[in-house]
T-cell receptor, first 116, second 112 residues
C-alpha cells in the first residue's frame, strides 16, 4: 500500500489564485513528520514546510501553509497568491518515528503549472 | 553559498564505465543522505551517514554502488560497471541530527 498518496499528477492554475495540493498518508506511528518540497525544472529539491504529528497548529511559512487533518491523515499544501515562479513539481514526504534516520517516504509528486 | 553542493551536475557515460559523484553538505550538518530519482517519480533512499559511519543502506544499493564519507564531511557515491537503468538524478541531502534535510542540486547521470 502507498504510504504517501498525491492524487493530482498535474494542475493548471491561474496566476494570483490560491492552490491546494493534496497529500494523504498512511502510518501506524503516533509520532511522525510531514514535509513538502518543491522541485523546479533545474532539479534541486527545495524544502518548503514541515508539520509534526503533535503540532497543534497548522504550519505556515510565508505564502505556504499546511492544512493538517490528522484524523483524515491528510496534509495538503496551500499556496496563496500563486506566482509564475511557483511552477514546479511538488512532493509530499513523511518521516516515521521521530528518532529514526531521515529516510523520507515520498509521494509521486504533483506538477503545478501557473498560467499568466 | 553555504548550501549543499554536488559535482558534477551532469554526467554522460557509456555502459560499463565507472562514475563517481561528490556531495559537500552544509558544514555543520552531521547527517548525509543519498537518494536516486527517476523521471516522474519521487526520490528513493539509497544510503545514509552519520558523521563518517554509513548507518543504513537500501536494498536498491547493489554491490556495484559504494558510498563513502571518509572524514565525516564530503561524501562520494561510486557506481561501477554502469548500466542503462542507472540513468537517474542522484540527490544528496544533509541535516543536523534529525532536523530538516536540505538537498543539493543533484547530479543527472545518463548512461548510453
Amino acid at each position: 500500500a502507498q504510504k504517501i498518496t498525491q492524487t493530482q499528477p498535474g494542475m493548471f492554475v491561474q496566476e494570483k489564485e490560491a492552490v491546494t495540493l493534496d497529500c494523504t498518508y498512511d502510518t501506524s506511528d503516533q509520532s511522525y513528520g510531514l514535509f513538502w518540497y518543491k522541485q523546479p525544472s533545474s532539479g534541486e529539491m527545495i524544502f518548503l514546510i514541515y508539520q509534526g504529528s503533535y503540532d497543534e497548529q497548522n504550519a505556515t511559512e510565508g505564502r505556504y501553509s499546511l492544512n493538517f487533518q490528522k484524523a483524515r491523515k491528510s496534509a495538503n499544501l496551500v499556496i496563496s497568491a500563486s506566482q509564475l515562479g511557483d511552477s514546479a513539481m511538488y512532493f509530499c514526504a513523511m518521516r516515521e518515528a521521530m528518532d529514526s534516520n531521515y529516510q523520507l517516504i515520498w509521494g509521486a509528486g504533483t506538477k503545478l503549472i501557473i498560467k499568466p | 553559498d553555504t548550501g549543499v553542493s554536488q559535482d558534477p551536475r551532469h554526467k554522460i557515460t557509456k555502459r560499463g564505465q565507472n562514475v563517481t559523484f561528490r556531495c559537500d553538505p552544509i558544514s555543520e550538518h552531521n547527517r548525509l543522505y543519498w537518494y536516486r530519482q527517476t523521471l516522474g517519480q519521487g526520490p528513493e533512499f539509497l544510503t545514509y551517514f552519520q558523521n563518517e559511519a554509513q548507518l543504513e543502506k537500501s536494498r536498491l544499493l547493489s554491490d556495484r554502488f559504494s558510498a563513502e564519507r571518509p572524514k565525516g564531511s564530503f561524501s562520494t557515491l561510486e557506481i561501477q560497471r554502469t548500466e542503462q537503468g542507472d540513468s537517474a538524478m542522484y540527490l544528496c541531502a544533509s541535516s543536523l541530527d534529525q532536523g530538516t534535510g536540505y538537498f543539493g542540486p543533484g547530479t543527472r547521470l545518463t548512461v548510453t
